[in-house]
């Protein structure tokens, strides 16, 4: 699918792989782009550059909670106002909460079992809110093709969506990562499903799962933690840089003969513990 003059929508696009992709798919000529995230300062700050940039408004600033039902509906409404219906979404918004899964405490003998309100806590922004926010996205192309009396969609139409999750190579699971490596996993089996049944509407889905990139959140590990711990089993010797995950994320979207997943992990193999 050309990137070209289409509608795009980028959630956690204040910072980190969501503010790299939004860059990159307003270089590559969306018409339009809703960036969303809960940083309203940095947000809109990256809306008036943009804008500035391009003469004109391309973006529009959309603060709120990812994970909240009426701001989605809200923000889609919007970019339908502005630019047309979206057929590009990138919901990049993610958190992480790590810790080990079970800890013992030695004087005691008694098991902290990972708080279950903080694993719920990480559900909604990285599982839930991005399978939500694709299928806002297919609800409303299925709408749209449904009202011209379209039915199944076919080949000769061109693809009309598409869809492309933020994995994680912890989706093979991580030490300390139970609550992030179980929904960058489940992403997975989103992307699947969402897959053979968006595509009668004729929306693609894909999953990217990034290595370790040179983002807020990684930059937010103890220090020396990085050098330490990922560095000496990652073959290009280096963190990622967000804008080589939004270059594989906008090849992903124009390229429709590429699906389900795509690694891009800077060749980080951990050896066994």
Same mark, same amino acid.
């Given at each position: 699918?050309?990137?070209?003059?289409?509608?795009?929508?980028?959630?956690?696009?204040?910072?980190?792989?969501?503010?790299?992709?939004?860059?990159?798919?307003?270089?590559?000529?969306?018409?339009?782009?809703?960036?969303?995230?809960?940083?309203?300062?940095?947000?809109?700050?990256?809306?008036?550059?943009?804008?500035?940039?391009?003469?004109?408004?391309?973006?529009?600033?959309?603060?709120?909670?990812?994970?909240?039902?009426?701001?989605?509906?809200?923000?889609?409404?919007?970019?339908?106002?502005?630019?047309?219906?979206?057929?590009?979404?990138?919901?990049?918004?993610? &958190? =992480? @909460?790590?810790? /080990?899964? %079970?800890?013992?405490? #030695?004087?005691?003998?008694? $098991?902290?079992?990972?708080?279950?309100? &903080? =694993? @719920?806590?990480? /559900?909604? %922004?990285?599982?839930? #809110?991005?399978?939500?926010? $694709?299928?806002?996205?297919?609800?409303? &192309?299925?709408?749209?093709?449904?009202?011209?009396?379209?039915?199944?969609?076919?080949?000769?139409?061109?693809?009309?969506?598409?869809? &492309?999750?933020?994995?994680?190579?912890?989706?093979?699971?991580?030490?300390?990562?139970?609550?992030?490596?179980?929904?960058?996993?489940?992403?997975?089996?989103?992307?699947?499903?969402?897959?053979?049944?968006?595509?009668?509407?004729?929306?693609?889905?894909?999953?990217?799962?990034?290595?370790?990139?040179?983002?807020?959140?990684?930059?937010?590990?103890?220090?020396?933690?990085?050098?330490?711990?990922?560095?000496?089993?990652?073959?290009?010797?280096?963190?990622?840089?967000?804008?080589?995950?939004?270059?594989?994320?906008?090849?992903?979207?124009?390229?429709?003969?590429?699906?389900?997943?795509?690694?891009?992990?800077?060749?980080?193999?951990?050896?066994?513990?």
């Amino acid at each position: 699918m050309q990137i070209k003059d289409k509608v795009g929508i980028v959630t956690g696009a204040a910072s980190g792989i969501g503010r790299a992709t939004a860059f990159e798919l307003i270089n590559q000529g969306v018409k339009g782009i809703a960036l969303v995230d809960i940083n309203e300062e940095s947000l809109t700050t990256l809306a008036q550059e943009i804008n500035i940039d391009a003469g004109k408004e391309v973006a529009i600033a959309c603060a709120g909670d990812v994970t909240d039902e009426t701001f989605r509906q809200s923000v889609f409404d919007l970019v339908t106002e502005r630019y047309g219906i979206a057929q590009i979404v990138v919901p990049a918004a993610g &958190i =992480f @909460r790590d810790r /080990l899964a %079970v800890k013992i405490d #030695h004087e005691s003998s008694v $098991a902290n079992i990972y708080p279950v309100d &903080i =694993f @719920r806590q990480v /559900l909604e %922004v990285n599982l839930i #809110h991005p399978v939500y926010w $694709a299928m806002e996205m297919i609800a409303r &192309i299925a709408v749209d093709r449904n009202q011209r009396g379209l039915k199944k969609w076919r080949a000769e139409e061109t693809v009309q969506g598409t869809i &492309i999750f933020i994995g994680s190579v912890s989706s093979q699971g991580n030490r300390g990562q139970v609550s992030y490596a179980s929904t960058k996993a489940g992403l997975e089996g989103a992307a699947s499903t969402l897959t053979k049944e968006a595509m009668f509407h004729g929306v693609r889905t894909g999953v990217i799962h990034p290595g370790f990139v040179d983002t807020p959140l990684l930059q937010g590990m103890p220090e020396g933690f990085v050098e330490k711990n990922i560095l000496p089993d990652t073959q290009l010797g280096r963190l990622i840089r967000p804008e080589e995950i939004a270059d594989a994320i906008c090849f992903m979207i124009r390229n429709s003969a590429v699906s389900g997943q795509l690694w891009a992990d800077a060749g980080w193999h951990p050896n066994a513990a």
